[in-house]
């Protein structure tokens, strides 16, 4: 994992990266960031047939947004498997852990390994557009309960995809490694997320973060990742403009 | 990785393995011998738009044969991504490079990241279906031009496993790996798999390995999986079953 240093985006060849895009907060944050950090953007995102969907056409949104050089939509469909409460129906979507106590057990929301498919695919598209750069939201603090979101987690991956590969085998010659893995909101709080992506200029009114919106796209307000999205904004002292079906008190 | 000991199936409670099956020669070899060592096994092929489909068949055969208990085809369109003569129409299948060549550099079939791709569907579904192994068919003596079939690989996407996954962060309370990814078959020379195989009553006529079969199946007989998967019958001293497009000297 690394942290990135704030580099100009005026040197010749940008630097490709390959970021993995779910329309949500973090992730159109992460691509703002990418974007005001110079780089060539491959945006990867996933209909795994979650049933957030709508979440595509925020990713869609910010892709353009942020001048992503390539934006692609994988098909893939993890509900074969079950297991989540995102792409299994008979698994109902948490709405009733406290606030507070959100993190101390992994989530129904948990998709089995999804970061490291998500990242398995991210890897491949960067091999074959040459992009050494895999950018992911991942943000510890906030979902400290998906296994998939800790830094040696990230670190290990980082450790795999060199290995894993072609260019990674070949740059291992010359003591390099080809393939970083980019997870600036890392240690970031929700508050420091959100307030970094207003002073870039997302405009969170266009992203979709909540598990069970309606079919135009509004928030439910209640799920687990509604109401952290929400202490986000009420902790950074910004309003919220996140669309919601009923009236938030 | 690990190296499977001789176990009996008449434990009251069978092991369960998520097990990666082609259809080809070495998949189709790993799955009869995780059958004789009584693993519940779950099957899972990818149709990821390769141009050898007709080795979805054989796989489904495979499946049927060695009774298992599960077999999942999940579709995953890599040819988005390209960079591969496997499922990329504009790269050709090397057909020139000499056997004894074979393994000095990465081939054109080469696809990108793939066994890290398909590792981690493995994960997931074993995940769901609380397997505790992952048995992939990857051979370190036939491809050493594969960097994700070296053993290097395959231990440290053990390790990522146990650490991206509830399974694995539980267990690690208690000591225990959750996952362990079984390759048997790595340092085995296509002869050993071969007389293994037939062995345990392997049909391989029945199974696919050529890159550039005709619409019936037939294999051309002349690209590197064609070559390396002939020569292993020879030095096993067995009859070549492989069904070929036109007779083969």
Chains 1, 2 share one sequence.
Not at 46 to 58: G, I, K, M, P, S
Not at 131 to 140: D, F, P, R, T, Y
Not at 144 to 163: M, Q, V
Request: glycine fraction near 8%; charge should be neutral; proline fraction near 4%.
């Amino acid at each position: 994992m690394t942290t990135m240093k704030n580099e100009s985006g005026s040197r010749a060849e940008k630097i490709k990266a390959v970021l993995l895009l779910s329309g949500g907060l973090d992730s159109t944050t992460l691509c703002a960031l990418a974007s005001s950090q110079g780089r060539e953007i491959h945006a990867l995102s996933f209909d795994y047939h979650q049933r957030h969907r709508c979440e595509l056409d925020a990713a869609r949104r910010a892709a353009a947004r942020w001048k992503a050089a390539e934006h692609i939509v994988l098909s893939l469909d993890l509900s074969l498997f079950g297991g989540s409460s995102l792409t299994d129906a008979s698994i109902p979507v948490d709405h009733e852990t406290p606030l507070e106590r959100i993190g101390e057990k992994i989530p129904t929301s948990y998709v089995p390994a999804r970061n490291t498919v998500f990242l398995s695919l991210a890897l491949a598209y960067a091999e074959t557009r040459g992009a050494s750069e895999l950018w992911i939201g991942v943000n510890q603090v906030d979902y400290s309960g998906y296994p998939d979101c800790r830094a040696e987690f990230i670190e290990t991956f980082e450790k795999l995809a060199n290995l894993a590969t072609r260019a990674g085998v070949e740059d291992a010659k010359s003591g390099r490694r080809a393939f970083r893995v980019v997870a600036p909101l890392s240690k970031m709080s929700k508050a420091e997320i959100v307030a970094l992506g207003t002073r870039l200029g997302v405009d969170y009114a266009e992203t979709v973060t909540c598990y069970s919106p309606d079919g135009d796209g509004r928030a439910c307000g209640e799920c687990e990742a509604c109401r952290l999205r929400r202490a986000g904004f009420e902790a950074a002292g910004l309003p919220d403009p996140t669309r919601y079906v009923g009236k938030i008190s």
